[in-house]
């Protein structure tokens, strides 16, 4: 069973940056599109970026510009760079490949002043 682990998350200030890893324990990202999710309180999981196993990138309108989803394949992780954070981007934030396997545990993001 292919597990994967998000880590990275944290406190952080408006207009600050975090950067996201989600290891795969199996061989995955090579081969198929990886999306970050993300799931606020209260609110249903979104899909935010996506990333093909060629390397195209799709984003969510509001993180287009911020947000910079990337993959290292010869280490089975996916990145999610984030930049000028804003408080509406609190959440907790999961990896999965697309069709989705069994979630992971997320890493929760917070941005307040």
């Known amino acids: 069973q292919v597990q994967l682990v998000e880590s990275g998350g944290g406190f952080v200030q408006p207009g600050g940056s975090l950067r996201l890893s989600c290891a795969a324990s199996?061989?995955?990202?090579?081969?198929?599109?990886m999306g970050w999710y993300r799931q606020a309180p209260g609110k249903q999981r979104e899909l935010v970026a996506t990333?093909?196993?060629?390397?195209?990138?799709v984003y969510v309108g509001s993180v287009k510009g911020r947000f910079i989803i990337s993959r290292d394949s010869s280490k089975n992780t996916v990145y999610l760079q984030m930049n000028s954070l804003k408080p509406e981007d609190t959440a907790v934030y999961y990896c999965?490949?697309?069709?989705?396997?069994?979630w992971g545990q997320g890493t929760q993001v917070s941005v307040s002043s």
């Open positions: 990333i093909t196993s060629g390397g195209s990138t």
């Open positions: 199996g061989n995955i990202s090579s081969i198929y599109r």
């Open positions: 999965n490949r697309l069709p989705n396997l069994p």
